[in-house]
């Protein structure tokens, strides 16, 4: 299956950073020299949007707005030195809108200058709430600090001493699709050849990751069994984002499909693929597994993390998860992943007190993660001293454009923050939440969270959510109600 066209459009984001400074800064994304990247990519019909309950659950709307030509002037315009925004002003056009009774009964929102961090408005922005998936933005960077956007997630061959047996090894990268597991089988039946063999067994490798491979919630759509081997997320379909029927057996499934396209490359596979592990390297030797015979690797991390925010995607936000414990000398498990995001967090100096990563995608109510800690996040990657955590910006869902927003902010007061809003949804039953970035009305990039519990209604939550990130572009203002 030839690479997904969204990944192509999102991992071009990665070099483009955003450059903060005192002076004249531009606030960066997903662009192409000013165009709307986005447009192009609704123009070629992009992929389904992902993540735990992301489906487009709005009532029938109005007729949709026009779409802007793709030669329209860029939506992000460069940021000037500009006049401080004032607390009291952004206080006055805040408090009234998270009175709205579509925010439920618990609610919490932190406002921060993405320049200096300084506060600008908090409401609860230490209290921790289920984030639903804008946790996703804390394993992003936790990944990124603890292993740096140019590492890439490996899938191996490795022999037996006689070269009678060939061990398939998961290195934990769902995004491995089958035109890279068919280039693998191809360099495989070379190398074998080589060596003057002809017919193996066939073993794979998952002991990479450790404890319950099913998440918590059971058996769903919005995720495989976690496992550190499998073949494009698991899915039994040919889609590459949102929810999606999944095998019970993502490593055995992908060892299969590995033997049908050896057996083609010219290496007869003898009978049916079985679980074991790959040989160990000789005593003395580097490592602790021997040489492989063939290797495919992921795109570099930068690209994994867009991906993960702008499509939501559940799979690959557990993967980060898992790469970020194995960096921390963590077991690759739920818990493991958990404890060493959490430290990595902390070694940033970011506030995680009170905070829960029971997983790494947000599918799990027990999560916890306070506004200020988002907040807190989106600053970093802001930060011109971390380009590493770039990604975590670029990667962000635009507003009405792309991502699990390409469908909202197109109607009412909310339209105002098209094209100016970059953030990551949430949305869980009861639980509706939005994080970001945005251009204020005064020129300054901010970094926003707002998290509601509670809510009754999707319907009224994500659209009260997106009114209040759509004031912070105008904060000294009204927004206009647009037809």
Same mark, same amino acid.
């Given at each position: 299956?030839?690479?997904?066209? !969204? ?15 005192? #002076?004249?800064?531009t ?5 192409d !020299? ?7 990519a609704r ?5 389904? !949007? ?9 009532p ?9 030509a793709?030669?329209a ?6 940021l000037?030195?500009a006049?401080? @925004? ?6 006055a ?22 320049? @200096?961090g ?5 409401e ?30 490996p899938?191996t ?5 006689d070269g ?39 073993a ?11 998440h ?24 590459v ?5 999944? !095998?019970?057996?993502? &490593? ?11 057996t083609?490359?010219? @290496? @007869? ?8 592990? &790959? ?15 063939a290797?495919?690797?992921? &795109? ?8 993960t925010?702008?499509?939501?995607d ?9 790469q ?7 077991p &690759?498990?739920?818990?493991?992943? #958990? ?5 990595e ?9 009170g ?29 011109p ?5 770039r ?9 009405g ?8 902010f ?26 970001g ?11 926003f969270?707002?998290l ?12 009260a ?19």
């Open positions: 299956m030839p690479e997904p066209r !969204t990944w192509q459009v999102t991992a071009g984001a990665a070099v483009l950073g955003l450059a903060l400074a005192a #002076g004249a800064v606030a960066a994304g997903p662009w !020299t000013g165009q709307r990247k986005a447009e192009r123009a070629a019909a992009t992929a389904p !949007t992902g993540g735990a309950h992301h489906a487009d659950t709005r029938p709307a109005g007729p949709p707005r026009p779409v802007p793709p030669s002037a860029g939506v992000l315009r460069a000037g030195a006049e401080t @925004t004032r607390p009291g002003d952004l206080a056009t805040l408090v009234p809108l998270l009175a709205d009774p579509g925010l439920g009964t618990l609610r919490t929102a932190s406002v921060v200058d993405a320049t @200096t300084e506060q600008l408005y908090g609860g922005a230490t209290t921790p709430m289920t984030p639903a998936s804008t946790i996703k933005i804390a394993t992003s960077v936790a990944a990124l600090s603890a292993l740096g956007p140019d590492h890439r997630i899938t061959v490795v022999a037996s001493p009678r047996t060939v061990t398939l090894v998961g290195g934990g990268d769902p995004t491995l699709d089958r035109t890279r597991l068919k280039a693998l089988a191809t360099d495989t039946a070379r190398a074998l050849k080589a060596r003057g063999v002809t017919s193996v067994r066939l794979y490798d998952t002991s990479l990751y450790q404890g319950p491979a099913h918590p919630i059971g058996v769903d759509e919005n995720i495989a069994p976690v496992s550190a081997l499998m073949l494009n997320a698991g899915r039994l379909d040919d889609s984002s949102g929810i999606a029927a999944r !095998t019970t057996d993502p &490593a055995g499934d992908t060892a299969a499909a590995f033997a049908e396209l050896l083609k490359a010219g @290496t @007869t596979v003898q009978g049916a693929p079985a679980p074991g592990r &790959a040989p160990k390297a000789p005593k003395g030797a580097e490592g602790t597994e021997a040489a492989p015979l290797r495919t690797d992921s &795109a570099p991390l930068s690209a994994l993390v867009e991906r925010l702008t499509h939501s559940n799979d690959l936000a557990e993967a980060l998860a898992r970020t414990a194995l960096a921390r000398k963590q &690759a498990s739920f818990i493991g992943a #958990g404890k060493a995001v959490q430290a967090l902390a070694a940033l100096g970011l506030p995680t007190a905070t829960r990563f029971a997983d790494g995608s947000g599918l799990s109510r027990d999560n916890r993660v306070s506004a200020a800690l988002l907040t807190g996040l989106l600053t970093r990657a802001a930060d001293t971390r380009p590493a955590l990604p975590v910006l670029t990667g962000l869902p635009v507003g454009f792309s991502g699990t927003l390409e469908g909202r197109d109607t009412g007061p909310a339209a105002t923050g098209a094209g100016l809003v970059r953030a990551k949804t949430g949305t869980l039953r009861g639980v509706d939440t939005l994080a970035t945005v251009v204020t009305g005064d020129g300054r990039l901010i970094a969270a707002f509601a519990g509670r809510t009754s209604s999707a319907y009224q939550a994500r659209p959510l997106d009114r209040l990130s759509a004031a912070l572009a105008a904060p000294s203002r009204p927004v206009p109600n647009l037809p």
